[in-house]
């Protein structure tokens, strides 16, 4: 009898997943883990959540932009859909390239893996205190957000990247850290 | 107390590995390690927990003592 594919609900991965990402099976993505690609990556993923969370400043960039209404629909739906979409894509391109190392239980890896991950955990830790430091400084400093607000500038953007980051810092340390993965 | 800078450990893993005619993702799978960490302890890029170097000298027929050593390793003779 086959058998079962474990899942693990807490890290939200299959063991067969997981399996393959570690045992090259998919070399469609080989060309992916070289750590200069890597690092184009985590570049790249920076970018696109940097333009997610400036979303939340639509409203001061459109006066300065001077759009008309239709106009400033279009270019604010196409530069959404298209960051959203980059974001989102860029997160599964990371996880395939770092093996899928950061969301992986330890009985799927051995030790030097554990190591290098949970030295990943660490450094995103760090990198997250500041980032809530600075979150903090903004809401108390920056212009006033409303969660969902319909006129005035919406916190959510920046709530939504700030999401994603937290997700995908651990893999974008191992990304840009390690020599071979 | 801080923690001194890691000192070097020497191995002859791939000496005896190749030695006994086995692969990289052979010993892996014998030891249980992904076939990369093997890259990494030949190269000593990463120093084995003593589980992991005892299960390695077992494999490879060896003493512990014989596989890591806190001194370069003398090179073998050549068999020219």
Known sequence: ?181 | MSRQPEEPIFNRIEELRTEKGLSRQQLADAVGVHYQTVGYLERGEYNPSLSLALKIAQKLGAEVSELFSLTPFRKAKSNA
């Open chain 1, 1 to 181: 009898m086959p058998r079962r594919n474990k899942i693990y609900w807490f890290e939200g991965v299959t063991e067969k997943g997981v399996k393959s990402l570690l045992n090259d099976e998919n070399s469609k993505f080989t060309w992916l883990r070289s750590q200069r690609n890597r690092r184009v990556l985590v570049v790249l993923m920076s970018l696109g959540l940097a333009l997610i969370a400036s979303g939340s400043y639509w409203t001061s960039f459109k006066k300065q932009l001077n759009l008309d209404s239709e106009m400033e629909i279009i270019v604010f739906s196409i530069v959404a859909i298209f960051v959203l979409f980059s974001v989102v894509g860029g997160y599964s391109f990371l996880r395939i390239s770092v093996r899928g190392l950061a969301d992986a239980p330890d009985e799927l890896l051995d030790e030097r893996q554990i190591q290098i991950r949970n030295t990943s955990f660490r450094y995103a830790y760090l990198v997250m205190g500041y980032l809530v430091l600075f979150l903090m400084l903004l809401v108390i400093a920056g212009p006033r957000l409303e969660l969902l607000g319909t006129d005035g500038p919406d916190a959510s953007f920046l709530l939504i990247s700030v999401m994603f980051i937290f997700a995908s810092l651990p893999s974008m340390i191992l990304a840009w850290r390690e020599k071979d993965i």
